[in-house]
T-cell receptor
Framework: EAEVAQSPRYKITEKSQAVAFWCDPI?????LYWYRQILGQGPELLVQ????????DSQLPKDRFSAERLKGVDSTLKIQPAELGDSAMYLC?????????????FGPGTRLTVT | DAKTTQPNSMESNEEEPVHLPCNHS???????IHWYRQLPSQGPEYVIH???SNVNNRMASLAIAEDRKSSTLILHRATLRDAAVYYC?????????FGTGTRLKVLA
């Protein structure tokens, strides 16, 4: 069964350092999402791509976060500089398209700890 | 953005049915109702979704109120593997809004 791949699974970084997460969606899925999940809360959407274009990045802290999906396939989420409050699980998901009925398939996530 | 309200936690005995409620009084006509669940240290997993009619799949059933302001996820026979956080959410304007979900505890 096809899965969304994410790496690394765990990352520990010091405050003010740069960190990057990678996501490979299910083959053929045009829509890709990055979420942040703080412990005890539900996932919060950071950015959504349709192919290589950003559909929604209204909740992305653009002063320190950036995301790209250059060829419309895999994607990278970067934080620079990392802050203590960025400690969270970063989840990637993909779906076949933008239609509201499509289900999202989530990857295992990257757990980030900022010290 | 449309919001949902769920109980923080519920308990069920193994092999008994579980009814997980969700209120979404601000739902709009085009919003789909989705349910996902999340096991510890994993990403959310799709369970079921619907628009107006009740839905069944291999994992669960979804009962949608006639006015669509509430819904219920039904697990017909809870197992220990069903212990998870269950999220009810609405999809509007292409995106999902997750709440804090219901933590389901299954007792052996």
């Amino acid at each position: 069964e096809a899965e969304v791949a994410q790496s690394p699974r765990y990352k520990i970084t010091e405050k003010s350092q740069a960190v990057a997460f990678w996501c490979d969606p299910i083959s053929g899925h045009a829509t890709l999402y990055w979420y942040r999940q703080i412990l005890g809360q539900g996932p919060e959407l950071l950015v959504q791509f349709q192919d290589e274009s950003v559909v929604d990045d209204s909740q992305l802290p653009k002063d320190r976060f950036s995301a790209e999906r250059l060829k419309g396939v895999d994607s990278t989420l970067k934080i620079q500089p990392a802050e203590l409050g960025d400690s969270a699980m970063y989840l990637c998901a993909s779906s076949a398209g933008l239609a509201l009925s499509y289900e999202q398939y989530f990857g295992p996530g990257t757990r980030l700890t900022v010290t | 953005d449309a919001k949902t309200t769920q109980p923080n936690s519920m308990e069920s005995n193994e092999e008994e049915p579980v009814h997980l409620p969700c209120n979404h009084s601000t739902i709009s006509g085009t919003d789909y109702i989705h349910w996902y669940r999340q096991l510890p240290s994993q990403g959310p997993e799709y369970v079921i979704h619907g628009l107006t009619s009740n839905v069944n799949n291999r994992m669960a059933s979804l009962a949608i109120a006639e006015d669509r302001k509430s819904s219920t996820l039904i697990l017909h026979r809870a197992t220990l593997r069903d212990a998870a956080v269950y999220y009810c959410l609405l999809s509007g304007t292409y995106k999902y809004i997750f709440g804090t979900g219901t933590r389901l505890k299954v007792l052996a």
